[in-house]
């Protein structure tokens, strides 16, 4: 990669790299919408926040991320209530 006059490493590809994340993140949700329709009828706007906030980390601000955690969290103790209720 050629540097330039001060002598940082330029980035030729970030919109690549933009979509390769942007892929990644939208198979890593698929199989919560998968979960949310059949066995544990969630939802939907828990996944749908969690998605949107992981693709604005991806694209917007990193910062977005914290909700994202917070969506996934939140999203998995709904998941294991619904699991304890439908056990007991």
């Given at each position: 990669?050629?540097?330039?006059?001060?002598?940082?490493?330029?980035?030729?590809?970030?919109?690549?790299?933009?979509?390769?994340?942007?892929?990644?993140v939208v198979?890593?949700m698929?199989?919560?919408?998968?979960?949310?329709?059949?066995?544990?009828?969630?939802?939907?706007?828990?996944?749908?926040?969690?998605?949107?906030?992981?693709?604005?980390?991806?694209?917007?601000?990193?910062?977005?991320?914290?909700?994202?955690?917070?969506?996934?969290?939140?999203?998995?103790?709904?998941?294991?209530?619904?699991?304890?209720?439908?056990?007991?």
């Amino acid at each position: 990669m050629p540097d330039t006059a001060d002598g940082a490493r330029m980035n030729w590809r970030p919109l690549g790299r933009a979509l390769v994340r942007t892929a990644l993140v939208v198979l890593a949700m698929a199989p919560v919408f998968a979960l949310a329709s059949y066995p544990a009828e969630l939802d939907l706007l828990l996944p749908l926040i969690a998605l949107k906030f992981a693709l604005a980390t991806v694209w917007l601000v990193p910062l977005s991320g914290w909700v994202g955690i917070g969506g996934s969290v939140l999203l998995a103790v709904q998941m294991t209530v619904l699991g304890m209720s439908d056990a007991a």
